[in-house]
């Protein structure tokens, strides 16, 4: 199924390198604290993207990773920014932040002149992957500083500096696993292979998010490594899950991963369990909110549902794999929801557009962030799925909160083209019913080009399912969860209101009556075009989309789980054949 995707953007390496410029002084210029440490580690991703992207564009011209002028100051780069972090990390965020002097000069050599593409680090984004962890990692691992340290773009060139500062060695490597995602292989040139492999009798250390389905990229790294003559002893793992690999591994790399060292840090361990109240997010929030002696709970991977409904029967839905890590926090008759939005700048930016969304009304209210979490009031509701709602003022409220949207609140990302929904949609609808279907939604959208000059894209919600939204009891519709989803690891992105409005109608399952009046009242909020043909086009984009999420959700999950998303699938499955036969 197509489901997911990363955020990509264009950028020219000479803006890049000045607002890095101007993000590492501002931060020297900083009084230390918590919020100083979180900027040093916004600024290292931001440089850790930029080093990604010229290294794969240096990759996609040679067809192999080489050596480098610029590879080798970004690497140096990283290396300095990590020191700093983990000095930061290491002083419980107090005293002078030292930097080391050669980082302008360094950032100076990462100007290829040419644009670069730079894709957003999904640990970073999605999955509360902190750096300390693998700071923490490192330093238990008792390795020496000549290890050889090498890092698998995209994120593990970042994550590589980490271990390489924790240790105490030169520069990380960077490599490239390319290939069929389960079977990935390397391409390295002859002098690159030389300076790895200087030494083969030194340990390697194999840095990278995961592993995932295959654990391919990890292998890969590995097999290379033994052809060339390291001992298997040599290699030691750095992932961040202390999960084995997924189904698609093969029998050789299980047996592998069984065997060789592996090092692993949760985030638990790191801030939530933490010893060290300063290094706490507890504490964070405490002071944020100004209490103490507060009740925490862990509402991440669905358990959410049991504090809003009666009985595990009536619960929704839950992809846990996506699901961001959120907590419950209680002090007296007050409660607050502390969830993950992101280390990077897109964290503090939804912090702003929540404000704004609840200033007008919407949404719960934020109180604030602190390092990679927004904080918002608890609000107390029944889920719009387990309401008895009036369905008039149920839609003047959806359209008032989706036209809203649509009138005050731009894009801040791009997402994917109609004809990439198409596209997937046709994808996704063949593999979950057959070729017949397939046809039958490609005639029934017909070409996408000609609604391409009408569409606008805007800060669209992207998750209108009806558990999503609370009411209140003076009856107001509150929309929760309302920052995320156009930022996700999925493949939509930030999209025309048109979305959002076949979203809602296939969530709140409206008729086409009522469909017709939600269009019309955005349509008078938001001065869009919202008629049939572009409508019906979105709503068979969304079921597909929905049907591959779903369906994708079902593996590794509790029974009872299975059981919620399957009722989900096939909910959209019988309203896509609805649409289908007209």
């Not at 271990?163 to 490597?173: E, I, K, N």
């Not at 008039?392 to 801040?412: C, E, K, T, V, W």
């Not at 959002?500 to 869009?528: K, M, N, T, W």
């Amino acid at each position: 199924m197509l489901v997911y995707g990363d955020i990509r953007r264009i950028e020219r390496p000479a803006t890049v390198c000045a607002a890095l410029a101007a993000a590492m002084v501002a931060c020297t210029r900083m009084p230390p604290g918590l919020r100083r440490h979180a900027a040093l580690v916004r600024a290292f991703i931001a440089t850790g993207e930029l080093v990604q992207g010229l290294a794969d564009q240096e990759f996609e011209r040679k067809g192999a990773d080489d050596v480098s002028k610029v590879q080798e100051a970004g690497a140096r780069l990283l290396l300095t920014h990590a020191q700093a972090v983990m000095q930061s990390w290491q002083n419980n965020f107090g005293g002078e932040l030292l930097l080391a002097n050669a980082w302008k000069s360094l950032l100076e050599h990462l100007d290829s002149g040419e644009p670069v593409q730079m894709k957003e680090t999904e640990g970073f984004a999605f999955y509360a992957l902190y750096p300390e962890s693998y700071l923490q990692a490192a330093l238990s691992s008792q390795l020496t500083s000549n290890t050889v340290v090498i890092g698998l773009r995209s994120i593990g060139v970042t994550l590589a500096a980490l271990v390489a500062a924790a240790l105490g060695s030169g520069p990380a490597f960077s490599l490239r696993p390319t290939g069929h995602p389960f079977q990935r292989r390397m391409q390295v040139t002859a002098e690159l292979s030389g300076r790895i492999l200087a030494d083969p009798e030194s340990n390697f250390a194999i840095v990278d998010e995961g592993p995932g389905l295959s654990g391919s990229s990890f292998g890969s790294v590995a097999d290379w490594l033994e052809a060339h003559g390291v001992k298997p002893h040599r290699l030691h793992f750095f992932p961040s899950h202390a999960g084995e690999p997924g189904p698609r591994a093969s029998t050789d790399q299980r047996q592998r991963w069984r065997e060789r060292a592996r090092y692993v840090v949760s985030m638990d361990d790191v801030i939530i369990r933490s010893p060290k109240p300063v290094r706490n997010l507890q504490t964070w929030v405490s002071e944020l909110v100004g209490v103490e002696g507060v009740s925490w709970q862990d509402l991440s991977g669905g358990v959410w549902r049991g504090i809003h409904y009666a009985k595990p029967g009536d619960w929704p839905p839950s992809h846990i794999q996506m699901e961001k890590r959120k907590f419950l926090m209680r002090a007296g008759d007050q409660s607050w929801l502390i969830k993950f939005a992101g280390l990077s700048d897109a964290g503090s930016n939804k912090a702003r557009r929540g404000t704004l969304l609840n200033e007008a009304g919407f949404t719960p209210d934020i109180v604030g962030a602190c390092y990679g979490f927004t904080v918002e009031r608890w609000v107390r509701g029944t889920p719009a799925d387990a309401a008895d709602l009036d369905r008039s003022n149920i839609i003047d409220q959806l359209a008032r909160y989706l036209g809203f949207r649509a009138r005050h609140m731009s894009a801040p990302n791009s997402g994917a083209s109609l004809d990439e929904l198409c596209h997937m949609a046709v994808f996704n609808v063949e593999k979950a019913r057959d070729s017949e279907a397939a046809g039958k939604l490609r005639q029934l959208i017909g070409n996408p080009d000609r609604l391409v000059r009408r569409l606008r894209r805007i800060d669209s919600d992207n998750r209108l399912h009806r558990w999503e939204w609370l009411v209140t009891a003076t009856g107001q519709l509150l929309k929760t969860d309302a920052l995320d989803h156009n930022c996700a690891h999925d493949m939509i992105g930030c999209q025309d209101v048109a979305w959002d409005v076949a979203g809602a109608c296939v969530e709140f399952d409206l008729s086409a009556v009522e469909r017709d009046r939600l269009a019309d009242i955005v349509s008078q909020h938001a001065d869009c075009d919202l008629r049939d043909d572009l409508l019906t086009a979105f709503e068979a984009c969304y079921l597909a989309f929905q049907i591959g999420l779903w369906t994708g959700a079902r593996n590794g999950i509790p029974r009872a789980e299975t059981a919620r998303i399957d009722k989900a699938a096939e909910s959209y499955l019988r309203r896509l054949q609805l649409l289908l036969s007209g």
